[in-house]
Each structure stands twice: as C-alpha cells, then as structure tokens.
C-alpha cells in the first residue's frame, strides 16, 4: 500500500482556480447557496457551507486572496472574510499524523437573499455528530465539476481522502456530505487532490467538518453556535 500510515508522503495540491476575465457587476441581488462560484481576488473557489440565521458562509482558507471582499460569478459582492486559517504550503508531502487545516469563514451581506438549498435541490444540513468514517458514501460538490459521489479511504489528523471523480480547480471550499435517512449532512469541505508517490492513484481530499468547526471557535470564539 503506497499510503502507509504516517510514514509515506501524499502529494497534495491545492485547488483554487485564478481568474482570467470576470464578469461585471449583476444588478439584481445576487442569491447566496452552498456549492456556489465565488471570487476572492485573482482567485475562484466554491462556497461550502451556508447559515442563513447567522449569515455565515463557510470555503476554503486557501481561497482567501485580495482585498478580503467576496463575489459571486457575476463579480457582484456578497460578505467578506472575518476568519481564516490555513497551514499548509499549496503542494507537497502530507503525513496521516500532522495536523491540517484549512477554512475560510465568510459574512454575507445584509439585504442579499439566503438559502442552504445547493444547486441540485437538497438542503445541506449541518450535524456535528456525524463524522467521516473508512468506506462512508459521501458526495461533493464543486463548481467546476459538479457533483460526483465516492467514498472515505483514509482518514487524517483534521482531514480525509475519498475517491470518486478527482475535483478540478475552483472546487476548492465545496462542500462534502453524506447521506443520513432523507437528509443530507456537511462532512467536509474540499482543499484539493492526493496523489501518491508512484502517481498512479489520485483522489480528492477535505477538511473534516468537526476540524473545521473545532478550530474556528478556537480562533474566535462565539461565531457560530455550540
């Protein structure tokens, strides 16, 4: 097995997307959803998470670039960045052992209509208790590539890698969810591909969900609920 526990190293690359040649300004109020294209600077990545109570959105850290304003594809502003954190070079060895996190927590603007609907009808449900686990069936959801379903194969220090269609980039910050009776719940969200040492095999991996909300709190404590 080329990924022996903490002792073999796993190419990982980042997938924030750059952007050529963004669209102007939309005039009608943009709507703000879980698996949507958002802007950050020169960078384009998905959005992740969505509470419309608090109007907070959820992507990756590594996202963060620019002027710390977020847009929607139409390059219309919908929050900015309050929180990020992200400790790992874009590419290179990860070990099973070290510890990785990567997120980015958005306010969305005031006045701009908010859902936690993706594209594809389902309601992205937040449930802390429902963890990533070996063979777990979990989909994602990315912009550039849409939603593709696969399942868990390794488990990390605060991530996890499932297999399925590799991501792209600009799926960055998309959420990870699994299937529990007729809901649908955040497990992860996307930070990129592994690929192994022999470079025959690339999956995707994320951030777990209970990592990303474990360190936001410690960060800044108060920012979303208990």
């Known amino acids: ?5 903490q002792i073999t190293t796993i190419v990982a690359v980042l997938c924030a997307l750059p952007v050529a040649n963004p669209a102007s300004a939309h005039a009608d109020p943009p709507l703000v959803y879980p698996g949507m294209l958002i802007y950050q600077g020169s960078l384009s990545c998905t959005l992740g998470f969505v509470d419309p109570g608090l109007r907070v959105g959820i992507t990756a850290g590594h996202c963060v670039n620019g002027d710390g304003i977020v847009r929607n594809g139409d390059f219309a502003a919908i929050g900015h960045k309050i929180l990020a954190h992200d400790n790992r070079p874009p590419e290179g060895p990860v070990y099973e052992n070290e510890y990785t996190i990567d ?3 958005i306010s969305i603007d005031d006045g701009l209509p908010v859902n936690d609907v993706m ?6 449900e937040r449930d802390d208790t429902v963890t990533p686990d070996i063979g777990m069936p979990v989909c ?6 849409g939603d593709a379903c696969g399942s868990v194969t390794r488990l990390g220090n605060g991530w996890f ?3 399925g269609p590799v991501i792209a980039k600009g799926d960055s910050g998309g959420p990870v ?3 529990v009776g007729d809901r649908t719940v955040l497990v992860g969200i996307i930070r990129g591909f592994m690929t192994s040492q022999s470079g025959d095999d690339v999956q995707s991996w994320a951030m777990s969900w209970q990592s990303v909300i474990k360190q936001l709190r410690e ?3 108060g920012l979303l609920p208990a």
Request: proline residues 0%; without cysteine; glycine residues 6%.
């Open 1 to 5: 097995d080329v990924y022996k526990r």
């Open 103 to 105: 997120y980015e927590a």
């Open 119 to 124: 594209a594809n009808g389902q309601r992205l």
């Open 140 to 145: 994602r959801t990315g912009f550039t590539t």
């Open 161 to 163: 890698r499932f297999n």
């Open 177 to 179: 969810y699994t299937h």
């Open 219 to 221: 960060d800044r404590k």
